[in-house]
């Protein structure tokens, strides 16, 4: 199912984001396209740090009338469990059952971080704790 997804709606804290036209032009293209089961969420800017990616999230599933989820608001993911090139696009599925699109990397190294998160040894890994405490 295709979410409207409506850029105009990307306004933020301190301003409105600008996305470039590259970036418009990847989000609506991957908007339109199926990777095997529902969108969660599509993210701009994406960078992968401690088994998450955090990035700016478009067309997420759970926005709501309150703002939750907005497009354009940054988000943390849980820990990706595989990482996949479909349809010209990174797709990342999270530990919570989540599916990510990533429309663009972060400039400053963040396609750098999916290789890195490639080189790490599965058999060292471990879960971010559900409760610290």
């Known amino acids: 199912m295709e979410r409207w997804l409506d850029l105009r709606s ?7 984001l600008k996305i470039s036209s590259y970036s418009r032009k990847r989000l609506y293209q991957a908007t339109g396209l ?3 089961r529902p969108v969660t969420g599509y993210l701009l800017g994406a960078r992968i740090a401690a088994r998450s ?3 700016r999230v478009f067309a997420h599933e759970k926005a709501d009338r309150f703002g939750r989820f907005a497009n354009g608001h940054r988000i943390i993911t849980s820990d990706i469990l595989r990482a996949e090139k479909l349809n010209d696009f990174w797709v990342l599925r999270t530990k919570s059952g989540s599916l990510y699109v990533v429309v663009t990397f972060d400039a400053a190294g963040g396609r750098r971080s999916l290789d890195a998160f490639f080189s790490l040894d599965p058999a060292v890994l471990q879960f971010t704790p559900a409760r610290l405490h």
Do not use: K, Q
């Open 53 to 55: 990616a955090f990035g």
């Open 34 to 36: 199926w990777f095997g």
């Open 10 to 16: 990307a306004v933020l804290e301190g301003g409105i």
